[in-house]
């Protein structure tokens, strides 16, 4: 049985078939962001406005350098007539891949099968993909892992807020404090003393000797030649 996978651990590669042809994982993440997320089945009520919602907001993954790519336990052929009711559904354009996953091998590499709901099963008894939503960086490392029971819809914009928190943090070693979302005020990062934080940012305040906030600084442009 395959280790648990937990944050900070290598995604694992797999080749597999997809709406877009046939994919090596690494190859496909390339040196880019990747949201790797999953569903039972295709036809299913709920997976249907999430794949909708994901479709709409591409153009802003794409912006940040993310690549989307589902998953459902269905073949090929099943996902392209069920992307024709996503498209009619949502009013979007679908064009990110969709992972054929009939014998669950990416699933169960992913630990995506759902030991909690007993309905969650074909009819030959083999248990669903669970709803996973995995966010993978460059260095094909796994940064989130969020799973969703079979009755609740996903939260794209939460998932793209995450994105930006990760790249935002990697960027200028902070963290992000709740509810944050691009252009509040973010924590400085608690390896970073308060000697070097005077450089990093100058209009840092300290609230507790744990906890100090900042505006991010302004990015340096370049001056015109």
């Not at 690494?26 to 999953?38: A, M, R, T």
């Not at 079979?150 to 404090?177: C, F, M, W, Y």
Request: proline share 7%; aromatic share 8%.
């Amino acid at each position: 049985m395959a280790s648990a996978l937990r944050l900070g651990s290598t995604a694992p590669n797999f080749k597999a078939e997809t709406t877009k042809g046939p994919i090596d994982f690494h190859e496909f993440i390339g040196d880019n962001w990747v949201v790797l997320f999953s569903h039972p089945e295709d036809y299913t009520p709920v997976c249907t406005t999430e794949l909708g919602a994901f479709a709409k907001l591409e153009p802003e993954f794409t912006k940040r350098g993310v690549k989307l790519i589902g998953l459902s336990a269905n073949t090929i052929d099943s996902h392209e007539g069920w992307i024709k009711d996503i498209d009619e559904i949502s009013g979007s354009k679908l064009n990110f891949p969709i992972i054929g996953d009939k014998e669950r091998k990416v699933a169960l590499a992913y630990d995506m099968i759902d030991h909690q709901d007993a309905t969650n099963v074909d009819s030959k008894g083999i248990a669903f993909t669970i709803r996973s939503v995995f966010i993978i960086d460059p260095k094909k490392t796994i940064r989130l892992i969020l799973s969703y029971p079979a009755s609740t819809g996903r939260n794209t914009a939460e998932v793209l807020r995450v994105v930006d928190s990760l790249q935002t943090g990697d960027k200028h070693r902070i963290t992000t404090p709740i509810n944050w979302v691009p252009g509040d005020d973010v924590i400085v990062h608690p390896s970073v003393k308060n000697e070097e934080a005077k450089e990093l940012f100058p209009d840092f305040k300290i609230v507790k000797p744990y906890l100090r906030f900042t505006p991010l600084p302004k990015e340096k442009t370049s001056a015109s030649a």
